[in-house]
């Protein structure tokens, strides 16, 4: 079946460096969403990318969907301290059902 | 808009009981619903689609005799944990897809989960 994996697995990073995480599926994806989620919440939808090679900014958070439609990364731009939690992908290979990633569980140090 | 209600946000339950988890679309119709579970420090897992009006569909090794799932009206779905046991302890969330977006791009809408200890 469909897999969705996620590296790093963990990230720990000084305030004020960079992050990103990647995510690849097995198979193409119609569109993929991230989340992120914070220690004991549940999943917060951050953004959804549906277009080959589309770049989408949010903030400090930049979202990037590959040419092929099977892989996709999240890059923070100096990170701070709120922005600690796990970041989930999740990808839609067109059945409505989406599969998450194994997820990136990111620990900013003050 | 958009909003899926959970219920019960946290419950505590015996082994041996059943607990029943709601999921609600609050301002829209939702023919299919997902269930997901996700296990401490572990991604969520999907678990079963549920379908208005029809049996639900369960994922590869998912007991659909343990986890029943009643989807009867377009804004309701319903998962019943049936004769929990502590390795049942997890964090259950629900998705909707709202019935009036045909495209298959349209974003699901998540509920806040409802995180079951069974002792």
């Known amino acids: 079946g469909q897999q969705v994996m996620q590296i790093p697995q963990y990230q720990h990073v000084q305030e004020g460096e960079d992050f990103t995480t990647y995510c690849n599926s097995s198979?193409?994806?119609?569109?993929i969403q991230w989340y992120k989620q914070r220690p004991g919440g549940h999943p917060v939808f951050l953004i959804q990318?549906?277009?080959?090679?589309e770049v989408k900014k949010q903030k400090r958070l930049t979202f990037q969907f590959g040419e092929a439609k099977k892989n996709s990364s999240l890059h923070i731009t100096a990170t701070q301290t709120t922005d600690v939690g796990t970041y989930f992908c999740a990808g839609n290979s067109g059945t409505y059902k989406y599969i998450f990633g194994t997820g990136t569980r990111l620990k900013v140090l003050a | 808009g958009a909003v899926v209600s959970q219920h019960p946000s946290w419950v505590i339950c015996k082994s041996g009981t059943s607990v029943k988890i709601e999921c609600r679309s609050l301002d829209f119709q939702a023919t299919t619903m997902f269930w997901y579970r996700q296990f401490p420090k572990q991604s969520l897992m999907l678990m079963a689609t549920s379908n208005e009006g029809s049996k639900a569909t369960y994922e590869q090794g998912v007991e659909k005799d343990k986890f029943l799932i009643n989807h009867a009206s377009l804004t309701l779905s319903t998962l019943t944990v049936t004769s929990a046991h502590p390795e049942d302890s997890s964090f259950y969330i629900c998705s909707a897809k709202d019935s009036r977006a045909f495209d298959i791009n349209s974003p699901l809408h998540f509920g806040n989960g409802t995180r079951l200890t069974v002792t």
């Open positions: 198979t193409t994806l119609s569109n």
């Open positions: 990318l549906v277009k080959s090679g």
